[in-house]
Structure formats: C-alpha cells, structure tokens
C-alpha cells in the first residue's frame, strides 16, 4: 500500500526527537499511543536505538503503520498493538515488562473528553514508577487561545467532530496529578504546540 503522509509528522519529527533524546534518556521501552501514520515511530527508532519503540493505534491504522515499518525497519522498532483507550490496553505483562515511557502526538485534542480521561487513567496503570511522559499537541491556558492560529484550529475541529477540542493545560494537569504524574518540563514547540513532560513519582 503506498505509505501514509502526514505533513505535521514531518514538520515537527525533528524538534520533538531534540526533547525526547532528553526526556527518555534514562528510558528502555516507549510505548507511543496513537502512532498515526507510523512517522515519528520511524524516525524516532532510528535516532534513540538504545529504546525500544513500541508502536500502538486502533486496528485502521495498522496497515499504514506497517508499511512504513516496512520500508525503514529498525531492529528496535515492534510492529502496532490494537490499542483503543477506552477498552483494556494490550499490554501483555510478559512481553511487555517495564513500560518506562509513553509518548503521545497530537492525539488528546481529537479525542473525547472521555478518551482523554481514560488515556490518563491507562499511563497511570501501566507506566512503571519513575517513568516518563511526553505529550505533543496545542493546549489552552486558562481557557484562553495561545494563538488566533489555535482558534481557528479548534473551530475546525468541532466541525469535524464536536467533541474534539483543544484540551486545557490546567485539566491535564489535574488528570495528570490524579495518576501520581508530575509535571517536571514543559517546552513550547513549532506551529503553537507544546510538549509536557510529566514523570511517575508513585
């Protein structure tokens, strides 16, 4: 099938793999939650091979991620997990032993409120103590637009589906607290986006 392209993936791979060689320098295994169209897994396996890359999206996206793991193999890239947020995570204590990082790009404005709710509850049962957590998207802060560029965005949004939205940075954080998640770096990013690095204190 011929490769699936996001043109953000590919505009902001480069700033968001400056944060994470950082972030999950320490790390052994990330589990990405919602690889889209396999991009960033790929580029992100090749750049940090002392992590293996665990990619995960709902079983429609399989066969897109697949192709480009296909094309860029890495020997520490795993091929997708069928992973929906708001059932039980596949995450196979055997195969998967230490989860001791999570990354997540532009997934929590397309998701429900209630699938936001459940991702965080899911990070908090499966990330090891310790662990990280870098989330890439736009955010408001209280209540208010970063950007007319983000206004515009969230109103497309809602016309796509009325229960996508930009999230508030001040919620994440409260779902965050809720799971024994800190936040211990917060960066401001290309097109109006933010990544926020929270770590597993309990």
């Excluded at 953000?8 to 320098?25: D, P, Q």
């Excluded at 939650?33 to 995960?56: D, E, N, R």
């Excluded at 991620?65 to 997708?80: D, G, R």
Aim: net charge negative.
């Amino acid at each position: 099938m011929p490769l699936p392209y996001s043109q953000s993936c590919e505009n902001n791979k480069a700033a968001i793999a400056v944060i994470l060689e950082s972030a999950f320098s320490q790390s052994s295994h990330v589990l990405e939650v919602g690889s889209g169209s396999g991009q960033h897994a790929v580029h992100f396996a090749k750049l940090l091979p002392h992590l293996t890359w665990q990619t995960s999206d709902q079983v429609e996206y399989h066969a897109g991620i697949n192709a480009w793991l296909n094309e860029s193999p890495s020997t520490n890239l795993q091929q997708p997990l069928a992973l929906d947020v708001l059932k039980p995570w596949p995450i196979d204590p055997v195969a998967h032993p230490v989860i001791d990082a999570i990354f997540t790009a532009n997934t929590l404005h397309i998701m429900s409120k209630e699938m936001v709710k459940a991702f965080f509850n899911g990070v908090g049962q499966y990330l090891s103590v310790h662990g990280q957590l870098c989330v890439y998207g736009p955010f408001n802060y209280q209540g208010q637009y970063s950007s007319d560029s983000n206004r515009n965005f969230d109103g497309w949004l809602a016309a796509q589906n009325p229960q996508s939205a930009i999230r508030d940075f001040e919620w994440i954080l409260q779902l965050a607290a809720e799971q024994q998640l800190t936040l211990i770096a917060e960066f401001s990013m290309p097109a109006n986006n933010q990544i926020l690095h929270f770590e597993k204190r309990a």
